[in-house]
């Protein structure tokens, strides 16, 4: 595996938070890629980020609050920003003051939000004025495609390790293995054919195996498309029937060099809703404690400094990610356009 220093791509979009929890009127912290960051929404409810903290003395713009005009306050001398970071009032300051207050900036982060998904550019130098070079990811999302709910969890692990683990088949059969999910028994020869895409690769569309009870909860004709992006978004698409969908969107955010944030999020056209909605939500949260276990004795593992290896086609998929890394760090070092280094695959495992 490649020892890789540079662990997490710059000037890309990083899942931040869920829309639904960060409220008007109040202020979010989150640590993106190592960078701490202050959510916020302005008087017209718009999602904004600037670093936190107050270009006076550095106090978390964080710990202050918002005010009626929608200005953040700082907690420390009540210095005033508004959503673009520019500094608005400083209390202390005689009225008679010749200071110009317009120059004082926090410095801001780019912010999109889409289907109550929250997203933070992180670009490779923080400068005042951050010129986003990507578009925001593609969720593939219909507006009929309601958002249902979302599970937050933070891995002991790195965005390597995690993305991984979240796009490696070999675990299923180990880790989420239960009586009412699937049985060592019954493992099976599993073909799928891939394909590359703008940010990565897909699963092509395909009925899931019999052995994969999860889908059961779903009655009648499914299949299932994955999407995988770079830097670390899952997309399973699976159609119900001819006309009703279930989304799942599992997002990887670097906290740090150590740590990552997973976030799920459901969404479904509304008629589903009713029946699938808790079996389904059992489901994900059972997955995501599964997984978090084992991230957890991973990490106890790599403490030790152990080789590792990626070996044969169960590995393939982690193989992809650090190509289409590589690939992404020379583009944005050479400042060409990112190009997919990848072809459709057919990849074989026994899960
Ligand atoms: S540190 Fe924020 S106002 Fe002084
Ligand atoms: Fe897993």
Redesign the pocket.
Known sequence: MPDDKDLILKNIWYLALAGEHLRKGELVHRQVANHRIVFGRDLAGKAFSLKDN??????P?SS?HVLDNGNIQ??????EFDADGVCKN?PALPPDTKADISKIRAWKFPVAEINNTIWVYIPEKLTPNIEVKEPIPDLHLTPDQKFLHVESIVMPTNIDHSVIGLIDPAHVTFVHQSWFWRSAKSLKLKIKNFEPTPRGFKMVRHAPSTNSKGYKVLKGDVSTEIFFDIPGNRLEHISVGKRHKVISITTLTPIDDNSTELNQFFYSSIALTRWLWWPLKGLGKKFIGQDVDVFHKLAKGLENDPTLMLVGEPDAQARWYYELKKHWKTAQEQGTEFRNPLKSETLRWVT
């Open positions: 107050c270009p006076h003395r550095g106090v713009l202050g700082c907690c420390y001398h009540g210095w400083i």
